[in-house]
């Protein structure tokens, strides 16, 4: 397989086989080199408020001249980020980087307990967070090593009055800035007063220097950082503009991005592919709120969106959504968890747009496989690895499986991680001394390239020693006219070993477990069929809406 790439002769025309990697030296260099042609274009939108190329430019030069200049900071050091989707974000991420220093993402949603662990395992000197998660913070600072923090408020870019308008009212009316005392905070429009008084100093990085540690597998344990160099994040946006450019119209692109920026997905997909072409990156800091989320849509000629299951689910489900202009809209991209057929048949039908769904890992940076642009349906494939990639199916040996047999994803590429931080045993479970990743996910390759994914190792059901993939218990649960969501997962049981569980949200408020269990005895074998139905008002998510199947796993079980 390894010698083997089928794939190529899948390739959408125009998509070369490798990327060169030599175009840029860093992620810096990637956005100095956006700023310069398209320094008056529009970058970065969020609440009525635009940055240009050049204010990207010249706020993050700017932030990065405090680092290093105000704080001291030196190359290598590490600076948390605990911002949503706001005009902050690009300019604080561009800055450290430009500083050289390293990004540690930290999801504003994270508990004391988390955020300390995760301050404390990077080693991060400084943290960028928003004043209404500055309580957790504070709770945790003195058990760190963190010596700088600073804070800002969800208007402070918006200019004047709206600045003062949006905190007051973040504040004071809708009450979501708890108190919190931080000695010796610094205020971010501060850091950039005082940024001006220092010169800017280029880093000098190279592809070898770490530019994010990206924190994951929480869900098995304890929270991994991912180093993913400068040569990791350039090539995968090599890939992906590789991949998309045929498409992409440069400095016209509008790309909607509701996930957040410290997920890996948005991050590279959005700010930095996009950066590459020019486009627009249009802020929504809480896509929780849909029908706010779809009138936030509504004054925007959109080309792309990116998005999880959940996310285009949601918006489906969200009334004024389907009367949206989509005239402009090319590109809608999903990853992150796998895409249900129903949910794309419907955004198809929708938006007349394909819902192309793609692959990928915070430890590949996170993009390996996409399907073609020009895809005219949903085809129930995370798609083709993408250039300079390859892929394998291997057995639990590493023996390299034939086409068509179902083993473990592992892709080979330059995207692929250094290693986890301070963390060579767990990279040693991972990472085989011949540059194989091993994904943890189960999967099988036709003779044309195409990759599907069966599922998750561990989410796997074992029922009588039958193997059940979740993914396609969902699938044809979602295909109910009468189910908004759905989870499955496995149960114990005294006579198979494990039982087929399904968690259900109605969208029909008179749907029936019986309901159910027709509906699915006539869509599936007789050892798939749930056993256990639970139904529920919500399903525990991620922080960006991936269904967490492990605490359904732990809650207690309930039948009906």
Not at 38 to 64: E, Q
Not at 105 to 127: C, F, V
Not at 467 to 494: K, Q, S
Not at 549 to 555: H, Y
Request: aromatic share 8%; proline share 5%.
């Amino acid at each position: 397989m390894s010698t083997q790439r089928p794939w190529l002769a899948s390739y959408p025309s125009g998509v070369p086989a490798e990327i060169d990697l030599d175009e840029y030296s860093s992620v810096v260099a990637v956005l100095e080199s956006a700023c310069e042609r398209f320094r008056h274009r529009p970058a970065f939108s969020n609440m009525g408020k635009v940055l240009t190329y050049g204010d990207v430019d010249r706020l993050s030069r700017t932030f990065a001249a405090f680092l290093t200049g105000e704080l001291g900071l030196k190359k290598g050091d590490r600076v948390a980020l605990m911002l949503p989707n706001v005009l902050q974000y690009p300019i604080a991420i561009f800055g450290v980087l430009r500083a050289g220093l390293v990004v540690v993402n930290t999801n504003p949603m994270y508990t004391a307990r988390e955020l300390k662990h995760q301050l404390n395992d990077s080693g991060a000197s400084a943290i960028v967070v928003l004043d209404n998660f500055a309580g957790t913070v504070a709770e945790v600072i003195r058990e760190t090593s963190c010596k700088h923090v600073i804070t800002t408020g969800l208007g402070d870019l918006l200019g004047f009055p709206k600045s003062i308008l949006t905190n007051f009212v973040v504040k004071y009316v809708k009450k979501l800035v708890p108190a919190y005392r931080i000695d010796g905070a610094i205020r971010f429009r501060d850091a950039l007063s005082r940024g001006e008084r220092h010169s800017y100093k280029t880093a000098g990085l190279t592809h070898d220097d770490i530019a994010f540690l990206q924190y994951t597998g929480g869900t098995t344990g304890v929270a991994k950082g991912a180093m993913l160099t400068h040569r990791n994040l350039i090539a995968n946006m090599q890939q992906a503009s590789a991949w998309l450019g045929v498409n992409a119209r440069l400095g016209e692109e509008v790309i909607i991005t509701a996930l957040p920026l410290y997920h890996i997905f948005a991050l590279t997909a959005n700010g930095l592919v996009f950066m590459k072409f020019g486009g627009l990156n249009y802020l929504i800091t809480n896509p929780r709120d849909m029908p706010g989320f779809v009138k936030e849509m509504s004054g925007v000629k959109f080309t792309a969106i990116t998005g999880v299951n959940t996310l285009f689910n949601g918006l489906l489900n969200t009334p004024g959504f389907d009367k949206l202009d989509f005239s402009s809209l090319h590109l809608t991209l999903g990853g992150g968890m796998a895409v249900q057929r129903a949910v794309a048949e419907r955004w198809k039908k929708v938006t007349g747009i394909t819902l192309i769904e793609a692959y990928g890992l915070t430890e590949s940076s996170p993009a390996a496989c996409i399907n073609p642009m020009d895809l005219p349906d949903y085809n129930g494939s995370i798609g083709l690895p993408i250039p300079s990639t390859e892929v394998s199916v291997q057995d639990d040996n590493g023996n390299h499986l034939p086409m068509g047999e179902v083993g473990e994803l592992c892709l080979r590429g330059p995207q692929v991680m250094k290693g986890y931080w301070n963390r060579p045993e767990e990279t040693a479970k991972v990472l085989s001394a011949d540059g194989w990743l091993h994904t943890g996910d189960v999967a099988r390759i036709d003779d044309k390239g195409y990759v599907y994914i069966v599922d998750r190792k561990k989410d796997m059901i074992l029922v009588s020693g039958f193997n059940v993939y979740p993914n396609e218990v969902e699938d044809v649960v979602a295909t109910h006219p009468g189910v908004l969501e759905v989870a499955a997962i496995g149960v114990p049981d005294d006579k198979s070993g494990e039982a087929v569980k399904i968690v259900v949200v109605r969208k029909d408020p008179n749907l029936s477990a019986d309901d159910l269990r027709a509906h699915c005895k006539a869509n599936l074998t007789g050892y798939k069929l749930p056993r256990y139905i639970e139904f529920r008002d919500s399903l525990p998510k991620s922080n960006v809406g991936k269904i967490l199947r492990r605490e359904l796993r732990d809650a207690p079980k309930t039948a009906a």
